[in-house]
């Protein structure tokens, strides 16, 4: 038998958030952390929240 093998195709996404949004979205990422639903959380969007905090 054969196996299906799988390639992840990965789009790259330029975003341009103000100040204010970025605070804003690691504020939502800290009440995530608190409460605990971050273990819910799948690896993509755990990353996408990473970028968004290590970013300047």
Known sequence: MSQLQTTEVRQMVTLSLTFTER?????????????GINDDLSPEIESAFTKIMESN
């Open 23 to 35: 605070y804003e979205l690691i504020k939502l990422y800290d009440m995530l952390l608190d409460t």
